[in-house]
T-cell receptor, first 112, second 114 residues
């Protein structure tokens, strides 16, 4: 089983659509969780951290279910500029802090 | 953005060459990382440095040799690479090691081994 597994994608959606990405992780000792965004041929950048209580940042909502070891990202009212690959990232327990484990990414393409 | 810079941005090298990748962070961070990103695969952590001490070597072949002379600079020395080592090599930094610290990535070096 992969340590972090995401929807395979790609997701092709029209502008204005709502799209949801799912992610599962295998290590129950994982301590913190993130969504990163990676544009084509660019470096990953942090989109948002994910908290147990759920958190929202504008059109983006992230949820964490520790019991099910499941993370989600919801994007409402998709924009063309949201087209990118979305990386689910888990920070595992590790002797001196954190070790980021990346999912393989889910590609999103928003069309006019 | 110039928080984390990497040079060169592109590199083509033969299997017998020796080259080095350079990373510099201007953020005052204490931890630095090397990642490998191959096509259609997740990012793979290669090395972690904290305050210039290596704290993680993620079963990386010895043909990759990291060096961290100070907390702002990180190098990856390459020698006798294989074609399967062709990938995007990303450097990152964070304030410290820790579960919640955001990692900031450089633009990467796209390496092709011929």
């Amino acid at each position: 089983r992969k340590e972090v597994e995401q929807d395979p994608g790609p997701f092709n959606v029209p502008e204005g659509a709502t799209v949801a990405f799912n992610c599962t992780y295998s290590n129950s000792a994982s301590q913190s969780f993130f969504w990163y965004r990676q544009d084509c041929r660019k470096e990953p950048k942090l989109l948002m951290s994910v908290y147990s209580s759920g958190n929202e940042d504008g059109r983006f909502t992230a949820q964490l279910n520790r019991a099910s070891q499941y993370i989600s990202l919801l994007i409402r009212d998709s924009k063309l500029s949201d087209s990118a690959t979305y990386l689910c990232v888990v920070n595992q327990d590790y002797n001196q802090g954190g070790k980021l484990i990346f999912g393989q990414g889910t590609e999103l393409s928003v069309k006019p | 953005e110039t928080g984390v810079t990497q040079t060169p941005r592109h590199l083509v090298m033969g299997m017998t060459n020796k080259k080095s990748l350079k990373c510099e962070q201007h953020l005052g961070h204490n931890a630095m990382y090397w990642y490998k990103q191959s096509a259609k695969k997740p990012l793979e952590l290669m090395f972690v440095y904290s305050l210039e001490e290596r704290v993680e070597n993620n079963s990386v072949p010895s043909r990759f040799s990291p060096e961290c002379p100070n907390s702002s600079h990180l190098f990856l020395h390459l020698h006798t690479l294989q074609p399967e080592d062709s990938a995007l090599y990303l450097c990152a930094s964070s304030q410290d090691l820790g579960f919640s610290y955001e990692q900031y990535f450089g633009p990467g070096t796209r390496l092709t081994v011929t």
